[in-house]
């Protein structure tokens, strides 16, 4: 057994050690016997023989299969008879289950022949049950031996099948990579002789194999290649070796190649030497390519018109970024650095929560217009930079996220333009809407797309945007007063004809049936293709000029009857200081006519002294000062004339002297009558006195109703503050019967009572509120906004139906707010509760809001609900005193009043929004009254 174990190549000592650990294992028994005396019989002599075992006892045939399964004995003791079936029943299902399991017969005695031909068939011993003690444990030690032999045996010849078998499968798997290989393979020894070479390298050299193994060992190679000198060191150094040398192909052209060398040993322990050649000219090309599309990409990357870059990691580190994005964010040195040190401005901008979510899920983020803030110069002070960018996942080989692509365009200048478009498309708009001119526009398709409220007003209505067509009229017409039909108006002329229809006046018609004179501008909006997109109409209305012309024509008929008929004289001169007009009146006075008249200086009628005076009042009238003075002027019959005269000079636009009018008054007889005009005068002066003397008696008056208005004040306020002590004395007693009384109609009226008290004690209430709020002055304390509304709110919710109502309080104190205390009381008060008292019963939503804010110069306050609301045409008489809605029977109508009074006081503004069953909103604006 050695020898053929050496043969075979499997040492002795594996063979023995196999041996000795398959004698350590414990021994599986497998005792099939139904009797239990017999079990314990054979169980004794196993004990006796201190063997290394475990064992299970089956009685069945069922029991005896799925222990062959599941316990797998090492050897088998059956009893030859049972009562199911019979040992050798059982030995054929082991032999079909377990051929190699030793088998043995533990029984009676059963005849020679049978035991012979058990033992004939490979039962492999019987033993007899009267001598167990001296055979059963040496039959079974020999059969377990046997056993081991048999397994070693089958294990030997199954292992020396398998390497054969995979030697030649290696060697067939050897061959076919040698001849399929579409690399170059050499096969040497270690003296350099090549002993094969594959179709591949042939190929490749443009040689057959008996020319490159006649060749010699390098003769395929540029030796002269220090690449190759290189590799071969290596090579005699290591056994194995690397490198990128050139080749020779048959025909002498070169080639760059790479090659691979290794010594191993093959099976019979010789020594060989393997290479493999690649062909590398395409790599070689490629990496050539490679470099300049990387250098491309590098000019690309460092020229681009665009921000970009890479970030590595969960951090967000640096790790490229160009030239224009280092400009965007003014830094330098940021490669390496995570983007929270280059830009720590950005952490609370909400870009870090974006990069992460980018990061973690390798979604695309990209935002257009996005507004950025950078501090460029370090020192808090953010600038707005509006960007268009793009986060993107970078991905390693592995497909794995490894970082973030960025791309960036800034787009402030484009932003701000936008935003200075829209500002003048909204500054056009409102200009449109606020131009004192009718205007409209339309689309190509005549589709009016804007027009403001002059438009409105002028045609009495309002067009439908993008329905109505041309024009926003009624009805219009020519000025014979013929109707324009529909295709023949202006603005059809202006977007099909691009004519530009100026002067022709035309009357329009509001529904109401008032016509307007009119005079259309339309003119046509032209792209810079020569295409008409639309049209813009000017409507003027001149229907106020018409009339002024036609009362401007009566009016000048009428000027010169007022002339021709004036009972002064009217003398125009020109800037020569001729005379170019005068009136009859003119003619009466000098007692010369017109054509003498014109064309004469105005000194003319006058003597030398007169005039020294007019030379001087000619010099102020130049200087556009006007001047009244008498003069004394000859008549032509030589009768000296007085006359008073008032006298304008007319000065163009550019400051130049163009002549003067005077109004000549004949006071001749006015200077005859001075003394009655004195006498005149005096009793003015008795009748100015005596208006004196009753200013005097009306301010004596007015002090004592001043005086009156306080001591009734003062008697309102008494006699409202006694009255509301019998109230309470009232309330009281009230309240005593109601918790006494049972009778249902007592309990009826003494309600009705409460609720008259309670009317009447809230009037009272109103009327101390009015007298001190106009009896006391300010008192200006700091007044904490949010905890005085809310104590109000708490105090208030004792008050019927306030269970039902949700109070919300949120005022912002941003900055301290000085006012009356008392009166602000009032005020939140009285709004709180009518609020309350106003709210709708049955809804389950009912809320009063009092939100609002305070700045250094005001507090602005809301109070709004939404109970069952004011019409809208009692908003302006509700602050009224006393006023009441109809039929509604809880106000006193004074509550409003005192708020609308308090809030004069407190130096503020009110204003109500309200709308029937929806709500109501009171605004409240009070100046900040701080010292």
Not at 375 to 383: A, E, S, T
Request: hydrophobic residues 35%.
């Amino acid at each position: 057994m050695l020898l053929i174990c050496q043969k075979k190549g499997f040492p002795i000592t594996v063979w023995i050690k196999q041996i000795q650990k398959m004698k350590s294992i414990q021994s599986k028994i497998l005792i099939i016997e139904h009797d239990s005396d017999n079990t314990e019989l054979i169980n004794n002599e196993l004990k006796k023989s201190k063997l290394n075992y475990i064992s299970e006892i089956v009685k069945t045939k069922k029991e005896y299969i799925k222990s062959l399964h599941i316990f797998q004995p090492d050897i088998i003791l059956s009893n030859y008879a049972f009562p199911t079936f019979d040992g050798p029943a059982a030995f054929k299902i082991k032999e079909k289950l377990s051929p190699q399991t030793p088998f043995i017969f533990v029984s009676e005695s059963v005849g020679e022949e049978i035991v012979v031909e058990l033992i004939k068939n490979g039962v492999s011993d019987f033993v007899l049950r009267e001598s167990l003690s001296s055979t059963l444990c040496t039959k079974m030690n020999q059969a377990l031996k046997k056993a081991i032999k048999c397994k070693l045996n089958s294990e030997t010849k199954q292992a020396e099948e398998k390497r054969v078998e995979k030697l030649g499968q290696n060697e067939a798997k050897f061959r076919a990579i040698f001849e399929n290989s579409i690399d170059g393979i050499l096969l040497l020894v270690t003296n350099g002789e090549i002993l094969a070479a594959n179709t591949a390298l042939c190929k490749m050299l443009q040689k057959t194999e008996q020319e490159i193994i006649k060749s010699g060992k390098y003769g395929f190679a540029d030796i002269n290649d220090p690449i190759f000198k290189v590799f071969l060191e290596e090579h005699k150094r290591t056994g194995k070796a690397m490198g990128e040398p050139s080749f020779k192909r048959k025909d002498g052209s070169k080639f760059p190649g790479e090659i691979s060398s290794v010594v191993f040993t093959d099976a019979n322990g010789q020594e060989k030497t393997l290479m493999t050649i690649k062909d590398i000219t395409e790599r070689k090309s490629l990496e050539k390519a490679f470099e300049i599309e990387k250098q491309r990409f590098l000019d690309l990357y460092s020229q681009a018109p665009s921000c970009m870059g890479i970030l590595k990691g969960a951090n967000h580190v640096f790790e490229m970024a160009n030239p224009l994005y280092l400009q965007l964010i003014d830094k330098k040195d940021i490669i390496g650095k995570t983007v929270k040190e280059v830009l720590p401005e950005m952490i609370e901008q909400g870009i870090f929560e974006i990069l992460d979510t980018v990061y973690q899920t390798g979604e695309t983020f990209s935002a257009n217009e996005m507004l950025i803030k950078f501090d460029y110069n370090g020192n808090g002070k953010l600038v707005d930079t509006y960007l268009n960018f793009i986060y993107q996942a970078h991905r390693n080989t592995d497909g794995d996220i490894d970082g973030i692509f960025f791309f960036a365009n800034n787009v402030t200048e484009q932003v701000l333009s936008s935003h200075k478009i829209e500002e003048s498309k909204k500054m056009y708009e409102e200009l449109i809407q606020n131009l004192p001119l009718a205007t409209y526009s339309c689309d190509a398709d005549g589709k009016i797309v804007i027009y403001n409220k002059a438009a409105v007003a002028l045609w009495g209505r309002e067009p439908e945007i993008g329905k109505d067509l041309w024009c926003g009229a009624f009805n219009a017409f020519n000025l014979k007063n013929n109707r324009i039909e529909f295709n023949s108006y202006r603005m059809i002329g202006a977007l099909k004809e691009g004519k530009q229809v100026i002067g022709e006046e035309l009357i329009i018609e509001r529904p109401n049936g008032e016509k307007r004179n009119v005079m259309p501008y339309p003119v046509a909006f032209v792209n810079p293709l020569g295409e008409i997109t639309g049209a813009v109409n000017v409507l003027t209305d001149i229907t106020e000029i018409k009339i002024a012309e036609k009362a401007l024509k009566e009016s000048e008929k009428k000027y010169r009857q007022i002339v021709e008929t004036s009972q002064e004289g009217i003398w125009v001169i020109d800037e020569n200081h001729k005379t170019s007009f005068v009136n009859k009146k003119m003619e009466e006075i000098l007692d010369y006519t017109k054509e003498e008249i014109m064309g004469k200086e105005i000194d003319f009628f006058m003597d030398e002294e007169g005039k020294q005076l007019v030379a001087k009042s000619i010099i102020r009238k130049t200087k556009e000062q006007s001047s009244q003075r008498q003069f004394k002027y000859i008549s032509k019959s030589g009768k000296e004339i007085w006359a008073n005269v008032a006298t304008n000079p007319f000065i163009d636009s550019k400051g130049i002297y163009k002549g003067s009018m005077a109004m000549v008054s004949d006071i001749t007889e006015r200077e005859k009558n001075k003394e009655k005009l004195e006498l005149l005068n005096k009793e003015l002066a008795f009748q100015n006195e005596e208006k004196e003397n009753r200013a005097a008696e009306l301010f004596t008056t007015n002090t004592e109703l001043v005086k009156t208005n306080r001591e009734l004040d003062r008697f309102v306020y008494s006699v409202s503050h006694d009255l509301r002590s019998p109230l309470t004395s009232i309330l009281g007693l009230v309240s005593f019967i109601e918790e006494e009384s049972l009778e249902e109609d007592t309990l009826e009226h003494i309600g009705m009572i409460r609720n008259s008290v309670n009317r009447l004690d809230e009037f009272i209430k109103n009327i101390l509120s009015y007298s001190r709020n106009n009896r006391t002055g300010l008192d200006i304390v700091q007044i904490p906004l949010q905890k005085t509304a809310t104590e109000i709110v708490d105090s208030l919710r004792s008050i019927k139906g306030a269970d039902d109502i949700h109070f919300e309080v949120d005022i912002k104190e941003e900055e301290p707010f000085f006012s009356d205390m008392l009166r602000m009381n009032t005020l939140l008060e009285n709004l709180i509760s009518n609020a309350i008292k106003y709210h709708k019963t049955g809804q389950t939503n009912n809320y009063i809001k009092i939100v609002g804010h305070s700045d250094p110069e005001k507090l602005f306050l809301s109070i709004s609900d939404n109970g069952i609301g004011i019409a809208h045409e009692h908003h302006n008489k509700i602050f009224d005193m006393f006023f009441r809605i109809s039929g509604n029977k809880n106000g006193s109508g004074i509550g409003l009043y005192i708020v609308k009074e308090t809030v004069q006081i407190l130096h503020g503004t009110i204003q109500v929004f309200s709308e029937e069953g929806k709500g109501t909103k009171f605004n409240i604006t009070l100046k900040n009254l701080k010292p």
